[in-house]
């Protein structure tokens, strides 16, 4: 079984930064991907960014150029930088990882984390 546990959301002004982790326990697994997701309020879940093998990434249009995602994969723990934060990147994010134990994958999700911006 493996756990995420998010944290780093909070309330910042417009314009500003916030870093999101995405930490993953448990034993005798393996982190393929770590995607990340948000819902906005009364919005359905969208994709966020979307971690390739590679290290590459594809993101949602809405923030490409100041979203980043990063992997620390000794601490199997993925990042979701995002930069120049606008009110309507208020949401609560999720992170949602894609794990090999054994032969088989399997998807986890956090618990998810509260961004609020404020204007």
């Known amino acids: 079984q493996v756990q995420l546990v998010e944290s780093g959301g909070g309330l910042v002004q417009a314009g500003g930064s916030l870093r999101l982790s995405c930490a993953a326990s448990?034993?005798?697994?393996?982190?393929?991907?770590i995607d990340w997701y948000r819902q906005g309020p009364g919005k359905q879940r969208e994709m966020v960014a979307r971690?390739?093998?590679?290290?590459?990434?594809n993101f949602a249009d809405s923030v490409k150029g100041r979203f980043t995602i990063s992997r620390d994969h000794a601490k199997n723990t993925g990042y979701l930088q995002m930069n120049s934060l606008k009110p309507e990147d208020t949401a609560v994010y999720y992170c949602?990882?894609?794990?090999?134990?054994?032969?088989?994958?399997?998807?986890?999700w956090g618990q998810g984390t509260q961004v609020t911006v404020s204007s």
């Open positions: 949602n990882a894609n794990v090999r134990i054994g032969a088989y994958d399997y998807s986890y």
């Open positions: 448990g034993s005798g697994f393996s982190i393929n991907v």
């Open positions: 971690e390739r093998s590679g290290g590459s990434a």
